[in-house]
């Protein structure tokens, strides 16, 4: 990527493409004292009350800057390396980081552990790049004491609260107003597809764990997806294309929303999963699109729900695990009550939590 300059015009050339920049669009980005604050990076000026009719009276690069005479006066030197970062168009941080598909054969994943100062080292950068390559993350030795998981879920960035409170305890209960609550097996699923929007992700943090069962287990939507749809393209579509209605209920409140169980991106690609049998309601279709949708709603549980796809494993008493609500299925297996005690505390976190955090260590430790 160049810079280059021809009669007053700034050019971009990618090498296979030559293309004029905007003298709007360097002028929006004038970044002396008197135009940008240092401190915040936000404009001193507003850019829609400028005049349309901007243009360069004189350009010229100086080693790394590009330095402009506009015609409303306004003189500048623009850093061309910090201009160069936003010809991609997209997030260079979070996209620049491949999903890693896997299924029941993955190991060796790296855990981390718990220590002073976690959040801002560079452990805590290499977690939420392990986080976003596979969709969840497991954290040892994270202290049990006064709701830890909130102080976690805050320092990575902001506790998620809902109409369960700012965290859960995950135990059994009498009288539920979740299966969670119970000592019941619970099979893949996303966490709470009745909420607009529907958290993000998902902690879930061992305090006791006294049972034989009660394994947690995990699944891979994307890899799924993906494979759902080379195996069948027509399920793939219809699951991408029909939504349908999520509740939850109870005697405080009524949530509802609608989505397909599998919702792409505007560029067709993968964005996110929701699953839970227990709460759908799939909306009045004609009776062949309803029986093709049947048939493509079973295929994707019977993946979803095989051994092929499906890790399991057991948390320890300081055990975190960190999941993609968006991303992965998660569930466990039943156990025994009267074994011990079981007991787990969740949260939710949103990705501007994950997604702050990792720029900010990215700039910190200058990756
Ligand atoms: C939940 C849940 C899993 C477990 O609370 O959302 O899925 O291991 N819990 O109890
Ligand atoms: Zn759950």
Redesign the pocket.
Known sequence: MKIELNENKVYFNSGSSKKEIHPFWLRERVDGEEFLDKGTQQRLFDPTTLSNEISINTAIINEKFLEIDFNDGVKSKLDIDKLALEFSNEDTVIKSIPKIKWNSTLENIKNFKYQDDFFDSKEMYDLLVSFYKYGFVIIKNIPTDNNFIVKFANSIGSVRRTNFGEFFD?KSKPDPNDL?YTSLG?SPHT?NPYRNPVPCIQL?HCIESEVTG?L?TLVDGFTVTEDLKKENLEFYKILSEVKVRFKFIDKDVVLEDWSELIKLDDDKTFKQVRFSPRLDYVPMLDKEKLDLYYKARKKLSEMYNSAKYRIEFKLSPKDLIMMDNYRLL???TSYEVKEGNRF?Q?CYIDYDSTEGKLRHLKRKFNL
């Open positions: 995950v969670a619970l966490d879930l009660g947690s998660h569930g466990r787990l969740g």
